[in-house]
Each structure stands twice: as C-alpha cells, then as structure tokens.
C-alpha cells in the first residue's frame, strides 16, 4: 500500500510536468484530467484501506487530495480560459 502510494505520488508529478509541458492546451488539459482520475484513485484507495482498518486517521492524507484537486481545477479553469480566449 505504501510504495503503491508513493508512486502515485510520482506519477502524479510526472503527468503534471508532462502535460505542461505540451504545447497544445488541450493536451495539458488531458494530463491533468489523467492526475484527476489518479486522485480519486487514490481516495478510494484510501477509504477502503481506513474500512479494513488498515488505516486509521485518514483526515489528513483526505485533506491534501481535496487540496490538490483544488489546484488542479484551478489550473484546468485558468487553461481553459486561456483557450477559449485565443480561439
């Protein structure tokens, strides 16, 4: 569970960096929808670990997915804006 978790956490830097790195926006949208999908992943992840009381305090790990999924949105809204406005 744990190294299933810490390359997650890799992975979602590698497809944030990716992403970014494209030149199109749509294709860093794509990315960053692909890091959406991993976080909730890994809530589920998590939730089922707290379930089978693999876990026990789940508050803080559940705060910092909220949290990046936040400045994932918000990076997502500010692209897309971007997009439409150069259309």
Same mark, same amino acid.
């Given at each position: 569970f744990?190294?299933?978790n810490t390359t997650f956490s890799s992975?979602?830097?590698?497809?944030?960096?990716e992403g970014c790195a494209r030149r199109s926006g749509k294709e860093t949208?794509?990315?960053?929808? &692909?890091?959406?999908g991993s976080l909730a992943e890994l809530e589920t992840q998590i939730m089922i670990a707290k379930?089978?009381?693999y876990l026990n305090d789940i508050?803080?790990?559940t705060e910092k997915i909220a949290? &990046?999924?936040?400045?994932?949105l918000g990076l997502m809204r500010y692209i897309g804006k971007r997009l439409t406005t150069n259309s």
């Open positions: 744990i190294i299933s992975f979602c830097s590698f497809y944030i960096a949208l794509r990315f960053l929808s &692909i890091v959406l379930r089978i009381e508050t803080s790990i949290k &990046i999924r936040q400045l994932t």
